[in-house]
């Protein structure tokens, strides 16, 4: 019944409609799509300037000089005129010295 009562200006609009909504359906669909890119590159960006102020940081605390002299003195450097020595077995000498410092007999 619905159908017999349409005119062929009603067909017509409805085809319009229908042809608008088919026209905004993909530029929509690619201005969605771009907006969630847009958010999760924004949370990238956020994350990597948190990183880069946290990096800033350890390169401000590393560039210290004395950071770099206790780096340095880990790596076996020494100043000009000092002398390197490499003591082993610190742990068997310090049994023998405490042996030696005890009474005997007792």
């Known amino acids: 019944m619905i159908l017999r009562r349409m005119t062929p200006r009603r067909w ?3 085809g319009a409609l229908v042809l608008v909504a088919l026209l905004y359906f993909h530029p929509l669909k690619a201005y969605l799509d771009a907006h969630s890119q847009v958010a999760q590159k924004q949370q990238v960006v956020k994350r990597l300037e948190r990183q880069k102020s946290s990096l800033e940081r350890q390169l401000g605390a590393s560039t210290s000089v004395a950071t770099l002299e206790s780096e340095a003195r880990a ?8 002398h390197l020595f490499i003591v082993k077995n610190i742990d068997a000498w310090r ?12």
């Open 75 to 82: 790596l076996g450097y020494v100043h000009p005129g000092e």
């Open 12 to 14: 017509l609009a409805a």
């Open 95 to 106: 049994k023998r010295l405490r042996a030696s410092l005890q009474p005997h007999g007792r």
